[in-house]
């Protein structure tokens, strides 16, 4: 007889290897983590885990997944909301992922260096190539609303979209290595958040100051993370 497998129980632990792979990924490095680590750290034998995943790979695999989906879902609905303005939709997107990567990344001094070390080089390039190709299309779509109001100048809303989120992803990668290099001192976030907000605006053809809120520094903790 076939083995029944509740959809909700499978669900839920794959959802626990993926939440203990992301804390060793965040604290240790992908390729520093073994496939015993995530055993070990889970209580669970390497015939269960194959249950839920094929490899080491695959896991990453699917918590770049995860991270790509949570950030498309949020984008997604200030796309077919027909309330906001186009620059309002941009201003909430940038506050969402600021809040997400504040209170969730855990963005502390000891994992700031394992996870813009070269363990984790593979990870970081995942992320940006798959959210590059999920997310433009749809940042594109609100910069083009944004244009048609008049708010944004660009003549390229998608190009334009792949840069910003180049530059997005490029401010939290200087702010980490401030952290890492000063973890004693207070580097300088503002102005490096300044100076990203400056050439999106530049790029939107944005009004010079408006999209600061939007584009403001994420501080990082100093305490331990939970």
Known sequence: MARRIDPGLHDAKRTAILDAAERLVATKGYEAMSLQDLLDALGMSKGAFYHYFESKPDVLLALVERRTAAVEANLLALVEDRTLAGADKLARHFAAVDDWKQH??????????????????????????????????????????GVDEGAFTTRDPEQTARMIL?????????????????????????????????????????????????ARAIRPRRSAAT
């Open 166 to 214: 180049c530059l997005r992803h490029d401010l939290g990668r200087a702010v980490a290595e401030a952290v890492v290099a000063e973890p004693h001192g207070e580097p300088d976030v503002a102005r490096m958040a300044a100076a990203t907000a400056d050439a999106i605006e530049r790029l939107l053809g944005a009004a010079p100051g408006s999209l600061w809120p939007a």
């Open 104 to 145: 969730e990344g855990r963005l502390v001094v000891d994992v700031a260096r394992s996870w813009y070390g070269d363990e984790n080089a593979l990870v970081r390039h995942k992320l940006l190539v798959h959210g590059l190709g999920r997310i433009t299309p749809l940042l594109a779509r609100i910069i083009q609303q």
